[in-house]
């Protein structure tokens, strides 16, 4: 007889989107829906739950048929640098303007791998950068500053 592999983690996992996606589908259901070319307040939360349900019931039949490869230990320096970063947009982004604010949250944001040098997280942060600014300022013609009064001399 073959024995039944199983991803603990994967089916954890699909199993919160699954909750999630059903818990804000049944608290959509108190809204008006509406129609699919008049749409209600409660159609878009309703179209994104149920995408979060099929997915996570994905994640959770994949987990059953493949075995897991084991957890590495608590990723504290990835929760150290990675979760600060947005939070220090944030605060940053009226004082600094998109350009340095996303420039030292990518900066920031370089240091949750082991592999990365001070060299090379100072030429992905600018090429980000400059990216973002060519796509979203540019590109779209978003209005939002790209130096803010911090740094304008």
Do not use: H
Not at 22 to 36: E, M, N, R, V, Y
Request: aromatic residues 16%; contains cysteine; charged residues 10%.
């Amino acid at each position: 007889m073959k024995s039944i592999s199983f991803d603990t983690t994967n089916a954890i996992c699909g199993a919160l989107f699954v909750a999630t996606g059903a818990f804000f589908a049944f608290q959509s259901l108190g809204l008006d829906l509406g129609t699919t070319l008049r749409m209600g307040p409660g159609y878009f939360p309703l179209l994104l739950s149920a995408v979060l349900v099929l997915l996570g019931a994905i994640i959770f039949i994949q987990a059953l048929r493949v075995e897991g490869e084991p957890v590495d230990p608590f990723a504290w320096r990835g929760m150290l640098f990675i979760l600060p970063a947005p939070v220090f947009f944030g605060l940053t982004v009226r004082g600094l303007g998109f350009a340095p604010a996303l420039f030292f949250t990518a900066f920031i944001a370089c240091f949750a791998s082991r592999k990365m040098n001070v060299v090379f997280a100072l030429i992905l942060s600018l090429l980000l950068t400059l990216f973002s600014v060519a796509v979203f300022s540019y590109g779209l013609g978003l209005p939002f500053e790209r130096f803010g009064p911090w740094v304008r001399f």
